[in-house]
T-cell receptor, first 115, second 114 residues
Framework: AQSVTQLDSQVPVFEEAPVELRCNYS??????LFWYVQYPNQGLQLLLK??????LVKGINGFEAEFNKSQTSFHLRKPSVHISDTAEYFC?????????????FGKGTHLIIQP | DAGVIQSPRHEVTEMGQEVTLRCKPI?????LFWYRQTMMRGLELLIY????????DSGMPEDRFSAKMPNASFSTLKIQPSEPRDSAVYFC????????????FGPGTRLTVT
């Protein structure tokens, strides 16, 4: 069975400051990892995904994430945040690519951008 | 493309009533997923279909929940009878099966059972 842990339920950050949202996973097989963003009253939107290859993955809106197999982590980072980044961020894992099978999500991290 | 369409967007019903949530996946997608989101449990996969066939319904909480996909462009999630603890946001997502593709989520249906 696979699981995802997002250690921080809320992360307050000042505008233009860097941010890191943490994600750890557990799985008995090779995994595919995803970060989704949910803006208020909307569905989830894919930010980025790691399937194979380079461990540093770049996504939309200036976000990036690094896959660390030894630490079973997939932390999300952005060097400078904007007010518009205020949202809920979900880390997810799949052992079969996330397409053919359902995703297992973390509990989410609420990113709060302070002016 | 209009994206994944869900209806209704909001549903308020009384305990014991039947509730039907609807989903239209993106045209051409052949995998469809139903998720439930609550504060306590986060996002949970309830059931998913590949080519209209239910593949894994182990996430369906009880027999009160049922899902169907009569054709490639329509799916329903039914709760009968509904209970207050079913109150949640229900999301439908679709993608192309057989590969490593992104799941596209609908806007969700916010269900309140009083």
């Amino acid at each position: 069975a696979q699981s995802v842990t997002q250690l921080d339920s809320q992360v307050p950050v000042f505008e233009e400051a860097p941010v890191e949202l943490r994600c750890n996973y557990s799985s008995s097989v090779s995994v595919y990892l995803f970060w989704y963003v949910q803006y208020p009253n909307q569905g989830l939107q894919l930010l980025l995904k790691y399937l194979s290859g380079s461990t540093l993955v770049k996504g939309i809106n200036g976000f990036e994430a690094e896959f660390n197999k030894s630490q079973t982590s997939f932390h999300l980072r952005k060097p400078s945040v904007h007010i518009s980044d205020t949202a809920e961020y979900f880390c997810a894992v799949s052992d079969r690519g996330g397409g053919a099978d359902g995703l297992t999500f973390g509990k989410g991290t609420h990113l709060i951008i302070q002016p | 493309d209009a994206g994944v369409i869900q209806s209704p967007r909001h549903e308020v019903t009384e305990m014991g009533q039947e509730v039907t949530l609807r989903c239209k996946p993106i045209s051409g997608h052949n995998s469809l997923f139903w998720y439930r989101q609550t504060m306590m449990r986060g996002l949970e996969l309830l059931i998913y279909f590949n080519n209209n066939v239910p593949i894994d319904d182990s996430g369906m909480p009880e027999d009160r929940f049922s899902a169907k996909m009569p054709n490639a462009s329509f799916s329903t999630l039914k709760i009968q009878p509904s209970e207050p603890r079913d109150s949640a946001v229900y999301f439908c997502a679709s993608t192309l099966a057989g590969g490593i593709y992104e799941q596209y989520f609908g806007p969700g249906t916010r269900l309140t059972v009083t």
